[in-house]
C-alpha cells in the first residue's frame, strides 16, 4: 500500500540549470496537485493535474516552471534556469478525485530543491 | 482570494500546560484540515472537520470548527515534549475545477522541559 512518491527527495542545481522533479500518486488515484513550501512558511497551491490534463495552472509562476502528468508514468514539475529564489520543498498531493471538496489529499515526503 | 490566518505564529510552552492554535479563514468551507510537520519531513494529517460544530479528538489534541465565525482551534492539553513540531491548518475550497487547500502560514510549537 504505497503511500505518494517523490523523488528525488533532495536536489542540489546550481543557477541557470534545470530541476525535475518526479510524483507517483498513490495506487488509485488519479489527480496532482503540487505545493510549494518556502522557508518558513505555510504550502503554497502551484498547479492540479488529471492524467494528460492541467486542469489548475494559478498558482504557477508565468515563466521557467511547467507541470505535467502523462498517461503513463509519474508527474514531472520542471523549473527551468533555475535561481536562488526557487529553493524550496516541492510537494505533490494526489486524491481519488478532484471534484469536490470531499476528496482528501495525500501528500508525498517533498523534494528539497537546493539552489547554489 | 482565501486567506487563511494562523496564531500564534510561535508557541513556546511548558510540558504539562495547555493551550489554543487559532486558524481564521476569509471565505465560506466545510472542509478544514490540520496538519504536523516536523522538521524536514512531510505532513502528516491530523484531524479533518467537515461541519459546523464538528470537534474531534486524538490524544493530547482536539480540534474544532465553527463554520459561521469561520474558526478553527487546535486545542493542547497537558502538552508533552513530543508535541513540538509546526502545525498547519488548511482550508478546502472548490473552484469549479478543483479542490484547493490554502494553508495558514503554520504555528511552530516548541514544547520545554
Known amino acids: 500500500n504505497a503511500g505518494v512518491m517523490q523523488n528525488p527527495r533532495h536536489l542540489v542545481r546550481r543557477r541557470g540549470q534545470e530541476a525535475r522533479l518526479r510524483c507517483s500518486p498513490m495506487?488509485?488515484?488519479?489527480?496532482v496537485y503540487w505545493y510549494r513550501q518556502l522557508p518558513e512558511e505555510g504550502l503554497k497551491f502551484m498547479v492540479y493535474l488529471q492524467k494528460e490534463n492541467i486542469i489548475d495552472e494559478s498558482g504557477m509562476p508565468k515563466e521557467r516552471f511547467s507541470a505535467e502528468f502523462p498517461k503513463e508514468g509519474p508527474s514531472i514539475l520542471r523549473i527551468q534556469q533555475v535561481v536562488r529564489g526557487d529553493s524550496a520543498a516541492y510537494f505533490c498531493a494526489s486524491s481519488r478525485s478532484g471534484l469536490a471538496v470531499s476528496y482528501e489529499q495525500y501528500f508525498g515526503p517533498g523534494t528539497r530543491l537546493t539552489v547554489t | 482570494e482565501l486567506k487563511v490566518e494562523q496564531n500564534p505564529l510561535f508557541l513556546s510552552m511548558q510540558e504539562g500546560k495547555n493551550y489554543t492554535i487559532y486558524c481564521n479563514y476569509s471565505t465560506t468551507s466545510d472542509r478544514l484540515y490540520w496538519y504536523r510537520q516536523d522538521p524536514g519531513k512531510s505532513l502528516e494529517s491530523l484531524f479533518v472537520?467537515?461541519?459546523?460544530?464538528a470537534v474531534k479528538q486524538e490524544g493530547r489534541l482536539m480540534a474544532s470548527l465553527d463554520t459561521k465565525a469561520r474558526l478553527s482551534t487546535l486545542h493542547i492539553t497537558a502538552a508533552v515534549h513530543d508535541l513540538s513540531a509546526t502545525y498547519f491548518c488548511a482550508v478546502a475550497f472548490y473552484t469549479g475545477t478543483a479542490s484547493k487547500l490554502t494553508f495558514g502560514t503554520g504555528t511552530r510549537l516548541q514544547v520545554t522541559l
Open positions: 472537520l467537515l461541519s459546523n460544530g
Open positions: 495506487k488509485g488515484h488519479s489527480h
